[in-house]
């Protein structure tokens, strides 16, 4: 995950830094083949494709554990005998 820089000179750096680079980066683009453009396009389609998926998988397999058996139900289990130990003493 990036992370922002905290100090005003560190953000003036990162903004400047991305104004220099992003239109370079657009340049050398628009300067490739348009089969290599394409390409380019449809692995970045892809991976959108990819990362929603793998989203809509996830919230799926969350929804069908819910009310199952999980570690949180074991520490609970365990805490409750440990306090009934502690009672019958």
Same mark, same amino acid.
């Given at each position: 995950?990036a992370?922002?820089?905290k ?5 003036i750096?990162t903004?400047a830094?991305?104004?220099i /680079?992003?239109p370079?980066? /657009?340049?050398?683009?628009l ?6 453009q394409?390409g !380019? ?5 892809g991976?959108?494709?990819?990362? !929603?998926w793998r989203?809509? !998988?996830?919230?799926?397999r $969350?929804?069908?554990?819910?009310? +199952?058996?999980s570690?949180?139900?074991? /520490?609970?289990? /365990?805490? +409750?005998?440990?306090?009934? $130990?502690?009672?019958?003493?």
């Amino acid at each position: 995950m990036a992370h922002w820089p905290k100090t005003i000179s560190g953000n003036i750096f990162t903004i400047a830094l991305a104004a220099i /680079v992003v239109p370079m980066l /657009v340049w050398f683009l628009l300067t490739l083949p348009a089969l290599f453009q394409v390409g !380019l396009g449809a692995v970045a389609l892809g991976c959108v494709a990819l990362y !929603l998926w793998r989203r809509k !998988l996830e919230s799926a397999r $969350e929804r069908n554990w819910a009310g +199952e058996f999980s570690f949180g139900d074991v /520490v609970r289990r /365990v805490r +409750e005998d440990e306090a009934l $130990e502690v009672a019958a003493r």
